[in-house]
């Protein structure tokens, strides 16, 4: 049992802080003979990374990751082969503010993890949030990017899908559209709403909540296991590991709780590859926690970033009333940042669950 | 790892399938000295046991479990103490209708696990769902008993509090009506609307969905730990392999999406014990995965029954288009008995987290 | 983490205690199809089962196993195949003895783990030694019989290579032998020798220890793992874990100390069959705590029987100095019955590196 | 589960290869206070660190070790504190010879992990034996030097007892020896003997094995547990993962074999403090895998380094016969490094069932 580790065959350990020297991850179970670079790793960290746009946190980190062990050079310039070794991957702090952290070292900011780290531990590494720090997640995104290629065919997508009270039409879907826009946001029009709201929150040191879709294809049927291994149980906890998320669902989550089992009902035909084919995916590609083949559909709520310019009522270490307003870089939607790492997430638990299913039925 | 065993230090192991000769678990880590009765097993199974309304499916099963082990005989008639060995518990199976399996063994009722299984493993035990039926939740419900048991004063209560559409009111809440109503509902005007409702969609062989509250009073503060042993996301987890559970929420949950971070902070002061007090609790009774000491609030959705008496279409085992229509005893609203298990899975949670966080500070 | 489990995707969880109802495990990550009986379990239990000879203690158990769960019919009498679900078996406790333990429940056996027991929970069964029993082993050699079922053309065979400070000649090692003797003697001339001594170590009480030799063949090439997953490392822990076992070793074990490299070197030819093909086998089947494809060699040292009828120092629960003496049924060498027990740990070890190996690399 | 991991509440995960950027580990579960500085690791490092005699390899190595991450500063200069989040050590690796790896790539050397490693992976890394080489043991000796500080009162010592044939006299062990000379060897006159025994084994480039004593002091009762998480039996896993052992025993070990049940008991008294004292330790320290409060004794064996100057058969990844001889930097006997890193996994095992005592029972 490990606080820090997720995943069993696929088994990802991270560690570091937010204003430490360094955080990293080991990666531990990756099959030999994977073939990936540092620069694949780079392009799912430089998504996730901040300051990219002014609605995200202006925090500059280059987030530039090393991998430190478990792999060979491969056959062109750059690639890596995976030994089946743990592999260390790094990524150096560079913008640690050198501040005074007086005033915050002994603050519970209201919403943060200050007060409740203080409550089990006594003694907390309070720069910049310390081990609570999204910071963390760089990791998880690096490890992902290895997740993905263990699985053949495997594509793990993510997109926001709901900013505030305001969601996407789900009839604009386009997944180009993910890239043309710095929310993730797989709807053009309501990327141009969401961005004058934010400009909004934004100017008035607000935050916002966001809901987040993770949509995997490619997935084999068959992964996942009963009945505490099911492969919707493990999304559920790793998605629900990430900061400031507050509820998960997969298929049509709370909204099957209003069906009628006439609805809710996915048929079965026989496809023309002889396959069998589900004629709709209520379900969200799983079915008694193992994968029916078809996408696998996640989604996760994020709750509006804690630190706001309003100031707020709180208390101090030493158990004194006190009103904390948070001060300096400021990001109005952190879950526009969760997009990169809930896919990283859903991938690192069917990779898991492909090396599981495998070891115990020899297949996959 | 094992794919049917949950919790670290406080581990269940369940095993078992609908039809065989019994069912049961093992709960390992128990500390020595804890005090229990089956009668304390017994009430909670009772309350998860089918057959005690219209409502639910009309299986009849007793239910009754045997502590086999790790415990030695307390003070007062029928009182146990744990020896910090494993707790074995068991029930047998009584109403295993002999019938004639030849139709189902090779039909893949929609909805239900029994295509993915066969996708998995090739070899399946169709009789009455196997290991996927919600049989296997009697083990649960008997682990959470004891598991209620480790950590004082803590009170772990659920309750329904959505059929299909219909929500309760929240202002009507009152812990005491869950008692008085065949839907663990807290609201007796709510619960009159749904037995009129379940009454309907019962007559038409149909189905529907539900949600399920959980709240954990008494939760010492500091339970949980950073970063994938966060307390709510072992909840998540816990309450997802639930059958039929298809999404979790943590305090605000999917509408803390919605809310700006002024109105989503709890804000806190001293309170008259002169420890802190938050004056609401959106949280839910959990920051960066550490217990508060608030109330620990989560909320569960459960689709539709899939077993429904109109034909769907499906495929058999032998790649032919088949309709399959479920004849039999028939449960309109598996998110009634739903009830109880969820109330296990977040005691276990609990309990575990207990442990680990003695384990790991002293503290508890 | 689970005190009473062992392995990972094969994974074995034991509870019960002498004295009480039955004892049993639980069998989680079997392959789906492998196919067993209970006759064939029975047939390794009753290797086991005690009161065969007079050199063995008297207690009298059936120890008729059950399989409770994770099977369906097979295409013979009595055959079950594995459904990937875990395997519940069950033994029922039969001749506990009823009688007064008022003497035993408070005095330390010199010896026996009744004092630790109560250091560290303060209660404990005291009836037969409760969970310290060498009764639980029962439920290990049942698990090692499904173990062996799983890799393919493995073979794991243990015999008795020592009693005292006799040990048998190894040109004289026949495996026909071991079943002609009390002993699991290969070595028809030892045996001979070893009961003319154990008769006279029975007849005064006393008792002495023995060494066992566990020989597995069949082992796949490639099985286990660095650095913590080392084959022979989870070989040593499941030995170590026997009751009673003081001493593990690999191989020449602790005679490798002497040896100079160039003697201890296995030397590698290309076989007939193209198959690198080893010289030697110092290594005992293991290099770096991979498998090799030669025979695994693990041997281990079984301490003597604690219960002796000469009268031994000892304090009670009540910190008072007391003189104890092991009266009734008597074991005078109890390395005897290790024997099944060592080859089912170490089949039970290989199997669980089977499936580890096929998980991360897809092959075995 | 990892194959890079060990422990449970107190867990290790170590990384990387010889001839890597880097290696190191991450350290869990470290309960939050304690005090440590990287002084107090790099001591312990620099026991086991190469080139400090003739008798062990020439690498020469800094080893100087970083922490990352897990820790605030202390109060005084150097000294840390943990925060209970995960510590992250790291070590870069210097001498890395450059060097023409085309022979040793292909070849692969009898005694060493060569052969399996390319049959379980089909890849490694053969720089300097890559993840097999005893480098990695750098990271355990650092993990263990925090294990040291979790248990308070406890002092892990071990000394070399015998190389080859040699053993020490147990009459003239004297601790404070083990620092004047250059095996660890508690007795002075039989250093002298090794000194020329290993001279000569050197010059004809050939090597030794040796046994390694660990002796733990200061364990609490009550640690350890039923019946797989036997502290003996994690102590026999953690010594038998280091590079070369063959054999570990508790107590007396194979000698126990030997002995009547009456020579084996250790008798006890009430001390002369009122609690329980045993008149021997036959038992080393632990019954039914429990510590019983005396010292911890464990012994392991180390083969004789496989790495020799005389030629030896064996083949290459081409599946032709080759002789090997390894040139350069040679270790007469690795038993002598081995030392610390004895003590180091005896300390991490204690340290990890100290909290998983605290944490079932809520004493320790």
Chains 1, 2, 3, 4 share one sequence.
Request: aromatic share 6%; glycine share 12%; charged share 25%.
């Amino acid at each position: 049992m490990s606080h820090n580790s997720f995943g069993h065959l696929f088994r990802v350990t991270t560690w570091g802080e937010s204003h430490g020297i360094a955080i990293g991850c080991v990666v531990d179970g990756t099959p030999p003979g994977i073939r990936f670079s540092e620069a694949d790793i780079q392009a799912f960290l430089d998504k996730r990374r901040p300051g990219q746009s002014r609605y995200t946190t202006q925090r500059q980190e280059p987030d530039q990751v090393r991998v430190l062990s478990g792999v060979m050079p491969g056959d062109s310039e750059g690639e890596l082969v995976s030994t089946g070794t743990p592999i260390a991957l790094e990524i150096q702090n560079v913008d640690q503010r050198s501040k005074d952290y007086s005033e915050i070292a002994r603050r519970y900011r209201p919403g943060h993890a200050d007060i409740t780290y203080d409550m089990k531990y006594g003694v907390r590494d309070y720069r910049g949030g310390g081990r609570s720090s999204a910071r963390e997640t760089a990791t998880r995104v690096a490890a992902g990017a290895i997740a993905r290629r263990i699985v053949p065919g495997l594509v793990v997508r993510a997109a926001l899908v709901q900013i505030g009270t305001i969601a996407i039409e789900r009839e604009r879907w386009d997944w180009a559209e993910i890239d043309r826009n710095p929310f993730f946001c797989p709807d053009a029009e309501t990327a141009e709403r969401w961005a004058a709201h934010l400009d909004a929150v934004r100017k008035q040191g607000s935050s916002v909540g966001a809901v987040v879709e993770v949509v995997a294809e490619g997935v084999p049927a068959g992964l996942g296991a009963p009945i505490y291994g099911k492969l919707d149980s493990d999304i559920a906890a790793n998605l629900m590991s990430i900061n400031a998320v507050k509820g998960v669902e997969i298929g049509d989550g709370f909204a099957a709780a209003t069906l009628s089992g006439e609805d809710n009902a996915d048929e079965i035909r026989i496809g023309g590859d002889g396959q069998p084919e589900f004629l709709s995916n209520h379900a969200g590609g799983v079915l008694g926690g193992i994968s029916t083949g078809q996408p696998m559909v996640a989604r996760f709520a994020v709750k509006p970033t804690s630190s706001i310019l309003t100031p707020k009522r709180s208390i101090n270490a030493d158990g004194e009333e006190v009103d904390v307003m948070t001060k300096g870089r400021h990001d109005p939607c952190v879950g526009i940042r969760a997009v990169p790492i809930g896919e990283a997430m859903v991938a690192c638990a069917i990779a898991d669950h492909y090396l599981r299913h495998r070891g115990q039925t020899g297949r996959g």
